[in-house]
């Protein structure tokens, strides 16, 4: 099945059999007022497309071709609620999560919106009481030390966040440490655990089904450490789990069973996808590190993104033309992979995040209609630092024999103040490098006079499609506004390709078969039918304990 099998899509085809040949250098020689023809701006935020292999006519057509496949109607459905999750037969309303008070969402004659802010309040409470001091262990200590369990989307986006936002911890969230623990071999929570304090620390335990066996071995893990701390005073399990644990999760009953009281269970559902999930309660880490008022910045920033999304034409929606030059590149230029290049130390785990966002979302081989694709879908997305990139990988993007196609993510201004020279000095150098490499990916060594009579080992040959956007400032609004915006990217590109981004089937075969392992690795039992190279690693490895 071919989506692209359509009047708009024959068209692109057909341009981009000229296009594909033209170099990025020329375009901007032929059109001197390219910046200003194809960078688009909110208050915040802005999107540079112009180092893009672009014209207007290829817009044209990728908004076309948005229409073709509907996409008005799908922006609809998803923020109104269908189901749109059609294997899991259930919507998508991660943006309800950041929908203001005063506005109505019902879903199955439930007003959602009223349970979303419910659920707000009582994170503020229990953030407002950590805060103050007042959330005391079992031994009458303050809880000082939190450690978020969790993994995938339970993990990255509050980790990303707490990271990007720390400079906005509030006057009471500066004595609160955070850590967070996701790998399942046991080494970071060993590491971490010798440092800690059992009397002053508490654990989130954050899982959408409460039953992910990383997130539930290191869950144990704790509960066993601080069982052995307190076995002298004979404290009682059950109040060892009431001061020392809160469970966050979509399953209240199994939070039970595991022993957590249901006055530590904070909820959200079963319409929120894990990696859109930090909007909810699963951001009860952020709202430790920032505040309850910078958490509902956040939310604020990503409803702005969210509102701009739903009223803009496609010709100036900046998730819409995100994703359409994402499209153009993927699967008219063939373009299959894509680097996260963030020019801001506060950002290092926005590239992790990101490969979760697009590739769990729209890493797909089947459509809707449960046919093979006959296109490419989501590309290898891998990224770092861009300072450090230039270290590290930069060679192969600008010699390489590989076609990349790169965000470029920083702020305009960083350290002001009379006291912050030599630091304002250094954002400068940063941003001064952040626009030199964008530059050079797409015009090549066109931008030196006299480049072509070097040798050819020195050429950088460019032509590497490159999107810059620019935040005025990193706050928790702005951050909001970017995560949503690429949010609603990975959306767009999943109703152009036919596949549906809010479920991870890939995924679950490993762990059936991992469980299936585990008898023959610890030698309660042996499995025949193995493949030779599986029982082979699995004999070498018993012959080493």
């Given at each position: 099945m071919n989506v692209f099998a359509t009047e708009a899509g024959t068209d692109l085809y057909e341009h981009a059999t000229t296009l594909g040949k033209a170099h990025i250098a020329s375009m901007f020689k032929q059109n001197p007022n390219r910046f200003e023809d194809f960078s688009y701006s909110l208050p915040g935020l802005m999107l540079d497309l112009s180092k893009q292999r672009i014209t207007s006519e290829t817009l044209n057509l990728l908004c076309a071709l948005a229409r073709e496949k509907q996409l008005d109607q799908w922006i609809n459905d998803l923020l109104t609620g269908e189901k749109i999750n059609e294997s899991e037969n259930r919507p998508a309303l991660h943006t309800a999560l950041r929908t203001p008070v005063d506005q109505t969402l019902e879903v199955d004659g439930v007003n959602i919106i009223d349970q979303v802010h419910e659920n707000l309040a009582r994170m503020e409470r229990l953030v407002n009481q950590i805060h103050a001091g007042q959330w005391l262990g079992c031994t009458g200590d303050p809880i000082d030390t939190i450690v978020n369990i969790?993994?995938?989307?339970?993990?990255?986006?509050?980790?990303?966040?707490?990271?990007?936002?720390?400079?906005?911890?509030?006057?009471?969230?500066?004595?609160?440490?955070?850590?967070?623990?996701?790998?399942?071999?046991?080494?970071?929570?060993?590491?971490?655990?010798?440092?800690?304090?059992?009397?002053?620390?508490?654990?989130?335990?954050?899982?959408?089904?409460?039953?992910?066996?990383?997130?539930?071995?290191?869950?144990?893990?704790?509960?066993?450490?601080?069982?052995?701390?307190?076995?002298?005073?004979?404290?009682?399990?059950?109040?060892?789990?009431?001061?020392?644990?809160?469970?966050?999760?979509?399953?209240?009953?199994?939070?039970?069973?595991?022993?957590?009281?249901?006055?530590?269970?904070?909820?959200?559902?079963?319409?929120?996808?894990?990696?859109?999930?930090?909007?909810?309660?699963?951001?009860?880490?952020?709202?430790?590190?920032?505040?309850?008022?910078?958490?509902?910045?956040?939310?604020?920033?990503?409803?702005?993104?969210?509102?701009?999304?739903?009223?803009?034409?496609?010709?100036?929606?900046?998730?819409?033309?995100?994703?359409?030059t994402g499209i153009w590149n993927i699967n008219f230029l063939g373009i299959t992979?894509?680097?996260?290049?963030?020019?801001?130390?506060?950002?290092?785990?926005?590239?992790?995040?990101?490969?979760?966002?697009?590739?769990?979302?729209?890493?797909?081989?089947?459509?809707?209609?449960?046919?093979?694709?006959?296109?490419?879908?989501?590309?290898?997305?891998?990224?770092?630092?861009?300072t450090n990139a230039q270290h590290a990988f930069y060679q192969l993007l600008h010699q390489g024999t590989i076609p990349v196609m790169c965000d470029f993510i920083t702020c305009a201004v960083r350290y002001e103040g009379p006291n912050n020279i030599d630091l304002k000095r250094q954002h400068q150098l940063n941003l001064s490098n952040c626009l030199a490499q964008s530059q050079i990916l797409a015009l090549g060594d066109t931008v030196i006079e006299g480049a072509d009579k070097a040798p050819a080992y020195k050429r950088y040959r460019g032509n590497q499609p490159c999107t810059t956007l620019l935040l005025d400032k990193l706050t928790p609004h702005t951050f909001g506004m970017l995560i949503a915006l690429y949010e609603h990217k990975v959306f767009v590109q999943s109703v152009i390709w036919n596949i549906n981004p809010f479920d991870q089937w890939g995924v679950e075969l490993g762990k059936t078969i991992a469980t299936g392992l585990l008898p023959a690795l610890t030698g309660e039992a042996d499995n025949p039918s193995l493949d030779s190279s599986t029982r082979g690693l699995i004999h070498h490895i018993n012959t080493k304990r």
């Open positions: 969790g993994v995938g989307g339970s993990d990255l986006g509050p980790f990303m966040a707490c990271k990007a936002l720390g400079e906005f911890t509030t006057t009471n969230s500066r004595d609160i440490e955070l850590h967070f623990v996701s790998s399942m071999d046991g080494s970071h929570i060993s590491s971490l655990l010798d440092k800690l304090d059992p009397t002053r620390t508490l654990f989130v335990i954050s899982s959408k089904s409460f039953t992910t066996i990383d997130t539930l071995a290191n869950a144990e893990t704790a509960k066993e450490w601080l069982k052995r701390a307190y076995q002298y005073e004979g404290t009682d399990e059950a109040l060892i789990l009431a001061r020392h644990f809160i469970g966050v999760s979509a399953t209240p009953q199994r939070m039970i069973d595991w022993g957590i009281p249901e006055s530590n269970h904070l909820y959200f559902w079963d319409w929120t996808g894990g990696r859109y999930s930090m909007w909810s309660t699963i951001g009860l880490p952020i709202a430790l590190r920032i505040g309850m008022s910078g958490f509902r910045e956040m939310l604020a920033g990503a409803h702005v993104m969210d509102s701009h999304f739903r009223d803009t034409p496609f010709e100036h929606n900046l998730p819409v033309l995100l994703a359409l992979a894509h680097a996260i290049l963030p020019y801001d130390g506060r950002l290092s785990h926005l590239p992790s995040y990101l490969e979760q966002l697009e590739m769990e979302s729209n890493g797909k081989n089947t459509t809707r209609s449960h046919e093979l694709v006959g296109y490419n879908t989501c590309p290898v997305l891998w990224g770092e630092i861009g």
